[in-house]
Nanobody, 120 residues
């Protein structure tokens, strides 16, 4: 059974940095891509960043130049380095993985979410 475990959230002052991590495990044949999403209570979950199996990254405009997503070669572990954080970055951050499991099934899996709060 596939598990995604996130870590690294917390409280930080504006201008500060945090690093989120997401580790995938359990019956994985291949991780096709990984992404970070965030959600504010009462609002829709929005994409923040993604990385493909080839290493191509994409970012929502609001975080370009501040956030960097990286991963190991197999994308079993990815990270989101968040610099120059702003209050509007406050949200619950979720890791999402597009995974093909042993036996051929392919689907999206979600982590449990980690709270990021940017406040003075």
């Amino acid at each position: 059974q596939v598990h995604l475990v996130e870590s690294g959230g917390g409280l930080v002052q504006p201008g500060g940095s945090l690093r989120l991590s997401c580790a995938a495990s359990g019956g994985i044949f291949r991780v096709n891509s990984m992404g970070w999403f965030r959600q504010v209570t009462g609002q829709q979950r929005e994409p923040v960043a993604s990385i493909s199996s080839g290493g191509t990254t994409n970012y929502v405009d609001s975080v370009k130049g501040r956030f960097t997503m990286s991963g190991d070669g197999a994308l079993n572990t990815v990270a989101l380095q968040m610099n120059n954080l702003k209050p509007e970055d406050t949200a619950v951050y979720y890791c999402k993985a597009d995974i093909s499991i042993l036996g051929g099934t392919r689907r999206d899996y979600w982590g449990q979410g980690t709270q990021v709060t940017v406040s003075s």
